[in-house]
């Protein structure tokens, strides 16, 4: 099991300052991976569970491994109105696979979860003409949609996967990958990213990624959207 400061001292070390990152522990993700590459390229992040310190964080990442059920724990937590009402108010967010997976309204892993319902659609299982998990390295396929989470990577750079599930093609995804037929690897916009592979795990690229959410300019708040807008979009 992966080890998480205190969620007490965590609230005491960062109580009445706003946090650089919030990186969302709900008990499901490479939490100690995401930290540490997080760290690499000099971002200033925190794990955390507590709601409060997420509504304080100027960026939130979401990271995820296993089942999409975990995801209900968001919901009893609160963390999941926090994340709602930052993303409401234009705070940058990044969901990495599982925490893309839930950026959508629901997946067949869990279907009486409900996902956040940013993007339509639902996450579907591999085809049984491929082996599943879609496990190790595979190409992103930009497409032509303009990204600033990928600036600076090329076209066909390899990433790191391991998901039973996929995210479709969607009107904003920004790049894709093959296996079993094509899936989102990528979707963006505005201020809202996800990722199906995992950027911790993916070298240089994965750095690189995590460098561009990180140092992406917060954008000046203005009136709230909400997730009906987003969708309608």
């Known amino acids: 099991m992966l080890a998480r400061p205190p969620n007490e001292a965590a609230v005491a070390e ?11 522990d709900y008990r499901a993700g490479n939490l100690a991976s ?38 209900s724990h968001l919901t009893d ?9 930052s993303i409401q108010r234009g705070v940058p967010f990044l969901g990495i696979c599982v925490g893309l997976q839930w950026m959508l309204e629901s997946s067949e892993e869990a279907p009486e979860v409900p996902g956040l319902g940013i993007w339509p659609g639902e996450c579907v299982r591999f085809p049984a003409s491929v082996k599943s998990p879609h496990v190790g390295w595979n190409q992103l396929d930009f497409r032509e949609n303009p990204s600033r989470l990928l600036r600076g990577i090329p076209s066909g750079s390899y990433v790191y996967f ?40 993916s070298g240089a ?7 561009n959410f990180c140092f992406l ?4 708040r203005c009136d709230p959207i909400t997730l009906a807008a987003q969708n309608a979009d």
Do not use: W
Request: hydrophobic letters at 40%; glycine letters at 8%.
């Open 205 to 211: 690229v994965g750095l690189k990624l995590l460098e």
């Open 77 to 85: 937590s609160g963390l999941r109105d926090a994340i709602v009402n």
């Open 14 to 24: 960062h109580e009445g300052i706003t946090l650089m990152i919030a990186v969302v």
């Open 162 to 201: 391991t998901h039973s599930y996929r995210v479709p093609l969607l009107a904003n995804t920004v790049a894709e990958c093959e296996y079993g037929g094509k899936f989102s690897a990528v979707v963006e916009k505005d201020h809202l990213f996800g990722v199906q592979f995992h950027p911790e795990k």
């Open 217 to 220: 300019e917060t954008p000046n």
């Open 34 to 71: 995401v930290k540490k590459a997080l760290d690499k390229v000099d971002a200033d992040s925190v794990i955390t569970a507590d709601p409060k310190i997420v509504s304080q964080a100027e960026k939130i990442v979401l990271p995820g491994v296993g089942h999409f059920s975990a995801t």
